[in-house]
């Protein structure tokens, strides 16, 4: 099973962006726990703070990966071009959040990607990455 995680703006910076939020863990390190743990998985890890590199990489890997793990950070609020991208794809894609963004401003209420996700998976910390690699597997 091929599974990539995509993430996209600020959250190259967890473990020191607004700790009590987003956690102290860096994601390189919960990634290479996960790799561990999930070691029978061909997981991929992608992160960018531009939105055109998070389409392309959508694009690239959309008709041939099993899954996406995608948690498209601010660009979740504001996106059409990435939401339109997750739609024009074949490889169903997970939508994470870290926070539960339900209980924070109301202009994180709003997502243009979970119409088009297979399913949703928002305020478990890092482990809502987890859970999306279960619900693959
Ligand atoms: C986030 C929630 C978004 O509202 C925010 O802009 C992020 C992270 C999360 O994982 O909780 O950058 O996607």
């Known amino acids: 099973m091929k599974i990539i995680i995509i993430n996209g703006p600020n959250l190259n910076l967890l473990g020191k962006r607004e700790p009590e939020v987003y956690g102290d863990e860096t994601f390189e390190d ?4 996960m790799k561990n743990k999930y070691n029978t998985v061909d997981l991929h890890y992608f ?3 531009i939105e ?3 389409i392309n990489k959508i694009q690239e890997i959309g008709f041939s990966y099993d899954g996406i793990i995608l948690n498209a950070a601010a660009y979740t ?3 059409v071009a990435i939401a339109d991208a997750v739609k024009a794809i074949t490889t169903p894609v997970i939508e ?3 926070s539960n963004t ?3 401003e109301s202009f994180r209420h709003q997502s ?3 119409p088009n996700a297979k399913g949703i998976i928002i305020g478990f910390g890092l482990k ?8 693959f597997l």
């Not at 919960?30 to 726990?33: C, E």
């Not at 809502?128 to 619900?135: C, P």
């Open 112 to 114: 243009y990607i979970s």
């Open 52 to 54: 055109g590199e998070i």
């Open 128 to 135: 809502s990455y987890e859970l999306a690699i279960k619900a």
């Open 30 to 33: 919960f990634y290479f726990l």
């Open 102 to 104: 339900f209980s924070r």
């Open 77 to 79: 609020h504001t996106s």
């Open 47 to 49: 992160q960018s703070n």
């Open 96 to 98: 994470v959040h870290i």
